[in-house]
């Protein structure tokens, strides 16, 4: 029940021969889960960026700290013939799960912040276990992962732990390891919709209890808050309520089938986007904002009757011939510009004409001196292509966003691997520019 952070993984303790339903004729349905609904709620492009584009993510230290503490909790559960393992046991698988990776791999600032974390998690799972361990039984299914085929998706769920509660009722639990918990409607529909679809289920508590049940129904779904030993208990939700979210459900389905995928900018949600480099919304905040002056005409709001109404909405201060005069000044000083800007391409273009090999040169005038050199210019077209290289080599964190400049800096770079810079060159574009750089001569 709880958003996973490698919805990938197998159930560990219970596995079983599982054949996926997704395999008949027909178009193949479209894999969902409560994360990718989530995401895409939250911002369209971020989910094409995270699962179609899949473009790697920085690694969350919250995820490695609930992912170590989810490990420690299935070890002490997974006993089919007791007894459970010893509080010393618990805390050695936890410390043996947290030493897999290193604290950068985890996602930690610095290795201080990874320790603190560390003792977190022993002094979690000691009160734990204090006020679990004399009311240990063994579980009916831990990390319990299944796929389910409906309404042309195929939805998976993976849930920490399910009680039977007999008369093919179940009790779902979630074990939540952040600061707080928060109810999230969403989570709890898509598990009890998709446990009460499943199959697989009526299949499992037939081998363990040997009761052939109809139909499987969720009795509750628990919340278990590691951090503080509380609580949380959810009654199943009405078919109406599960109606109205399902249509939500095939909702986005539809949209992500359609390929529509705007950003969604919020400040929470952009604040923790990885993508942020390579997302629009965030490229265009940070040109200059337009001014009046060279916004077309047909987008400029019409000045007010008390002296000019600026497009940005702010009333200046001034009478209305000075708005009106400054407002003509920028606009003949922007022609002027134009005009000028166009000799100088020209006056280059004119001056490159007289060095074309490689190397630098000298021309000097009367009052100035300049030095000619080529540098190199690269263009990308297909943005997908390099975005596939740069994963292919583990070289998006390189990128750092995928900049033109930084993708170019790693054509020289002597720890990209040639076979890398081979492939993004094939991607790109190579041409020359003029470079000038104009010294005013002192005057004697
Ligand atoms: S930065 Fe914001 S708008 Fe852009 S993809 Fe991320 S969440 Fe969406």
């Known amino acids: 029940m709880k958003k996973k952070q490698n919805e990938e993984k197998t159930p560990a303790l219970f596995p079983t021969a599982f054949k996926s339903i997704g395999q008949k004729g027909g178009a193949s349905p479209l894999a969902f889960s409560y994360s990718k609904l989530s995401m895409y709620t939250e911002c369209p492009l971020k989910y094409k960026f995270k699962y179609l584009d899949k473009i790697k993510e920085e ?51 610095d290795p201080a912040k990874e320790e603190t974390d560390f003792r977190k998690g022993v002094e979690m799972l000691k009160a734990y276990y204090a006020a679990n361990k004399d009311s240990l039984k063994p579980p009916f299914l831990l990390e319990y992962s299944t796929d389910v085929e409906v309404d042309g998706l195929k939805v998976r769920i993976i849930a920490d732990r399910i009680e039977y509660a007999g008369g093919g009722e179940v009790e779902l639990i979630d074990y939540k390891t952040g600061k707080d918990v928060k109810r999230q409607p969403d989570q709890l529909y898509m598990y009890q919709k998709i446990s009460e679809l499943d199959p697989r289920l009526k299949e499992k508590i037939a081998e363990r209890y040997g009761q052939k049940v109809s139909s499987v129904k969720i009795k509750q779904m628990l919340y278990y808050h590691v951090p503080t030993l509380k609580q949380y208990h959810f009654e199943r939700a009405g078919d109406k309520e599960i109606g109205v979210f399902w249509d939500r459900v095939l909702g986005a389905a539809e949209n992500i089938r359609g390929m529509k995928f705007e950003p969604n900018p919020g400040e929470f949600q952009c604040h923790f986007c990885d993508f942020k480099n390579l997302c629009p919304v965030h490229a265009d905040s940070s040109r200059p904002p337009a001014s009046s002056a060279v916004l077309p005409a047909h987008q400029k709001k019409q000045p007010s009757a008390l002296g000019g109404q600026t497009d940005g909405g702010e009333v200046p201060r001034g009478s209305a011939a000075k708005v009106e005069a400054l407002v003509d000044r920028y606009g003949h000083l922007k022609e002027e510009m134009d005009k000028l800007n166009a000799q100088l391409d020209e006056v280059a273009r004119e001056l490159g004409g007289m060095h074309t090999g490689e190397g630098k040169k000298e021309l000097s005038g009367e009052k100035y001196s300049l030095e000619l050199s080529r540098g190199e210019n690269w263009k990308f077209g297909d943005r997908e292509a390099v975005i596939g290289v740069l994963n292919e080599f583990d070289l998006y964190q390189k990128a750092l966003g995928l900049t033109l400049p930084k993708i170019v800096a790693m054509l020289s770079d002597p720890a990209v691997p040639e076979a890398a810079k081979n492939k993004l060159k094939r991607h790109g574009a190579r041409s020359t520019r003029l470079e000038i750089n104009l010294k005013k001569k002192i005057e004697s």
Not at 73 to 100: C, D, R, T, Y
């Open 59 to 109: 690694p969350k230290s919250y995820f490695a700290f609930g992912n170590s503490i989810h490990k420690a909790l299935e070890f002490l559960h997974a006993v089919s013939n007791p007894p459970f393992p010893s509080i010393e046991e618990v805390l050695e698988s936890f410390k043996k799960q947290w030493g897999l990776k290193s604290w950068l791999e985890k996602g930690y600032k």
